[in-house]
């Protein structure tokens, strides 16, 4: 399967972690998909990701003392492999899985997706269930030594043929269901060691397993890698494994974590390629938080928000919404809908940041036809001269460029 066909530009999307976290439902996925396929589709917002433990039952109902519950009752079909809570997701009982749920959204003219931790449950290996292609049982293909820090859910996976076996038919069991994207955890950046060095070189050879495994599955889908950060000189593997990788840990409605993106996204500039990108992670846009934090409209003012928007887009990052759709306003709907902006994202289009002089960052994009754009950013707390770009065209006001940029704003023009 060619990987480029599974992401031929950066995929664009929604994902229920930053309102739902752990707990969202079948419910609360469909009524987000009716809305992007309603109001978002038609400027190629496709993706509908169901995010972190949607096998778990009840994953909230700890909530003051852990995000991820100890030991929790875990869903699995026969062959160790993860399947949906029926109580939440009501379609997946008697084995239909995700299918149910995929078909809804394909009928919408979308694309399903579900979020994995790497590895195989430790509820598998403590009761040496059977793995589907192979007489090793689950205990012999996990790795007891290789645990995530953050969730207790998975052993590490050995790098034996077994151990391919599990993911191949792991894989296959979500492209039986028409899953379009896996966004697999704990994998670019493991947690588990000390050194940063050696965090994202101890998923390496899952990675490559679960490439082999969506290769061989006949399906295309699109493989995304979290956490960051990223490791630069793994760059190569990554692209040639992955359909989109994480360059930074969680992203939140701070400036902070944007200001810090603009150092990211110098190091990783041109290091992605046509079906293969590095992720600036979601967009912290709209209403968020809802479920177990405070639900709140981001805390980015507006013109941090048409920062974010343009940054990711002139950087081609992928694009994933974490907010909750149906509490969608006129403003951020305005931020996702910006055409131009959008088609800043080809992977065709050349892309490189031009300066970064105190407070002040510039960023050009060329496109094959030759039409050139210029991001120019503020990141100081107060208001300063924009660039003399006389007859340029201003892409979110549709004016000329003014002679100031707000703080920590921008100005995106299209040169003459």
């Not at 909230?60 to 699995?76: A, C, G, S, V």
């Not at 959008?342 to 031009?354: F, I, T, V």
Request: with cysteine; charged share 25%.
């Amino acid at each position: 399967m060619d990987q480029k066909c599974a992401a031929p530009r950066p995929p664009m999307g929604w994902n229920s972690y930053d309102y739902y976290d752990t707990a969202v439902t079948e419910a609360d996925v469909r009524k987000n998909a009716r809305i992007l396929a309603e109001r978002l589709r038609a400027y190629g917002w496709e993706y509908v990701v169901v995010d972190i433990q949607w096998y778990a039952h009840r994953p909230d109902r700890m909530r003051e003392k852990y995000q991820y519950i100890p030991f929790n009752t875990l869903h699995m079909d026969g062959y160790s492999r993860l399947i949906p809570d029926p109580e939440r997701f009501p379609s997946a009982a008697g084995g239909g899985g995700f299918k149910p749920l995929a078909d809804y959204v394909h009928e919408l003219g979308l694309k399903f997706g579900i979020h994995i931790m790497r590895g195989i449950p430790r509820i598998a290996a403590q009761e040496h269930r059977p793995v589907l292609g192979t007489e090793q049982t689950a205990d012999e293909i996990a790795d007891p030594a290789d645990v995530c820090r953050w969730n207790p859910d998975m052993y590490g996976v050995r790098d034996t043929e077994a151990g391919q076996a599990y993911y191949d038919s792991l894989v296959a069991l979500y492209a039986s269901w028409g899953v379009d994207f896996i966004k697999c955890d704990d994998i670019c950046n493991t947690d588990n060691w000390a050194e940063p060095s050696d965090r994202a070189r101890a998923g390496r050879h899952e990675m490559r397993m679960l490439r082999r495994a969506i290769d061989r599955c006949g399906r295309p889908i699109v493989l995304s890698l979290s956490p960051g950060p990223a490791l630069l000189d793994m760059a190569d593997e990554y692209a040639r494994c992955a359909n989109m990788w994480r360059i930074t840990d969680d992203m939140w409605d701070r400036w902070e974590h944007v200001r810090n993106m603009f150092d990211r996204c110098r190091l990783w500039q041109g290091l992605g390629r046509a079906g293969a990108y590095p992720d600036c992670d979601m967009l912290p846009l709209g209403v968020i938080g809802g479920k177990f934090r405070e639900e709140r409209p981001t805390r980015l003012t507006r013109d941090e928000q048409r920062t974010v928007m343009t940054l990711w887009c002139v950087f081609g990052s992928p694009l994933m919404l974490g907010a909750e759709l149906t509490k969608l306003d006129g403003w951020t709907l305005s931020l996702l809908t910006n055409r131009e902006l959008l088609a800043l994202l080809e992977p065709a289009n050349a892309r490189r940041e031009l300066s970064h002089a105190g407070e002040r960052v510039v960023w050009e994009v060329t496109t094959p036809a030759g039409s050139r754009f210029l991001a120019v950013f503020n990141l100081s707390d107060k208001p300063m001269p924009g660039l003399d770009l006389s007859g340029a065209v201003e892409l979110w006001t549709g004016g000329e460029a003014g002679p100031l940029l707000p703080p920590h704003g921008c100005g995106l023009y299209k040169m003459p």
